[in-house]
């Protein structure tokens, strides 16, 4: 497990390397070190602009070599939102490093957890949470496939389903009352009336019977809160949910 005092050192070592770096506009830290919501368990999220769009390539190419060569990373994946590059890297210790890269027109701060550190960002644009009405789709489209893949004997596929019904659920209520419903982020900070009854939705083991139970629980919950945020598209759907929720033939 990676030290708090190396994952400081490491920040400032990169954004130091940011200064340095003439095709790099502007650097600021995001995520929780730009808040006051880090801990010990806190990774690493910084962002740049990059002066030239053309150079974007070649300026990931030289930072992910820096973060393998210089700081010895185990592998990396690319997160693509709009304009921006997202590049985590794994590294020694668990320690996670978010490096997002954008041309420095669209460099700015997309949350209020940005904190610039050099150089200049364009106006904020806060991105509004996740629609209640597209996550709602999401909602019976793994109610669906939660439904057929018990009647099919798919019990691996069933549960991954009912899970995301679940996690659809207190997505919902997160938006609901204004929490972070992006990764889960806000779920800890959720009342007891809506994650109680959710518990027992949890899959307890892999056959039909097992399935079906907290299917059905799932489901409940699930209209449950989608009364609660839109009355009218609960009233078309929930004759649909109950159909679901039969047994399967």
Same mark, same amino acid.
């Given at each position: 497990?990676? @030290?708090?005092? &190396?994952?400081?050192?490491?920040?400032?070592?990169?954004?130091?390397?940011?200064?340095?770096?003439? @095709?790099?506009?502007?650097?600021?830290?995001?995520?929780?070190?730009?808040?006051?919501?880090?801990?010990?368990?806190?990774?690493?999220?910084?962002?740049?602009?990059?002066?030239?769009?053309?150079?974007?390539?070649?300026?990931?190419?030289?930072?992910?070599? @820096?973060? $393998?060569?210089? +700081?010895?990373?185990?592998?990396?994946?690319?997160?693509?939102?709009?304009?921006?590059? $997202?590049?985590?890297?794994?590294?020694?210790?668990? #320690?996670?490093?978010?490096?997002?890269?954008?041309?420095?027109?669209?460099?700015?701060?997309?949350?209020?957890?940005?904190?610039?550190?050099?150089?200049?960002?364009?106006?904020?644009?806060?991105?509004?949470?996740?629609?209640?009405?597209?996550?709602?789709?999401?909602?019976?489209?793994?109610?669906? +496939?939660? =439904?057929?893949?018990?009647? %099919?004997?798919?019990?691996?596929?069933?549960? $991954?389903?009912?899970? =995301?019904?679940?996690?659809?659920? /207190?997505?919902?209520?997160?938006? %609901? /009352?204004?929490?972070?419903?992006?990764?889960? @982020?806000?779920?800890?900070? #959720?009342?007891?009336?809506?994650?109680?009854?959710?518990?027992?939705?949890?899959?307890?083991?892999?056959?039909?019977?097992?399935?079906? =139970?907290?299917?059905?629980?799932?489901?409940?919950?699930?209209?449950?809160?989608?009364?609660?945020?839109?009355? &009218?598209?609960?009233?078309?759907?929930?004759?649909?949910?109950?159909?679901?929720?039969?047994?399967?033939?």
């Amino acid at each position: 497990m990676f @030290r708090v005092e &190396e994952r400081e050192r490491l920040r400032n070592g990169l954004l130091e390397f940011s200064a340095l770096d003439r @095709r790099i506009s502007g650097s600021a830290i995001t995520g929780s070190g730009a808040t006051a919501g880090e801990d010990q368990w806190s990774d690493i999220d910084l962002a740049f602009g990059v002066g030239d769009a053309a150079d974007l390539p070649n300026v990931l190419a030289d930072w992910t070599a @820096r973060m $393998y060569q210089q +700081h010895h990373a185990l592998d990396h994946l690319d997160v693509v939102a709009g304009a921006w590059i $997202y590049r985590v890297f794994l590294l020694p210790g668990t #320690l996670q490093v978010d490096l997002a890269f954008v041309p420095a027109d669209e460099f700015r701060a997309l949350a209020p957890s940005f904190l610039l550190m050099f150089g200049e960002a364009k106006e904020a644009l806060h991105v509004a949470p996740s629609a209640a009405k597209d996550l709602i789709g999401f909602c019976w489209l793994y109610a669906v +496939h939660a =439904r057929s893949s018990i009647a %099919r004997g798919k019990f691996w596929q069933a549960e $991954y389903m009912v899970s =995301r019904v679940r996690d659809s659920a /207190l997505s919902l209520a997160c938006i %609901r /009352l204004g929490l972070s419903a992006v990764h889960g @982020r806000g779920l800890h900070l #959720l009342p007891s009336e809506v994650t109680v009854p959710l518990e027992a939705s949890l899959v307890r083991q892999l056959d039909r019977v097992e399935l079906l =139970r907290a299917f059905r629980v799932v489901v409940e919950g699930l209209v449950r809160e989608i009364r609660l945020v839109d009355e &009218e598209i609960a009233g078309r759907l929930v004759g649909a949910f109950r159909e679901l929720c039969e047994e399967p033939r």
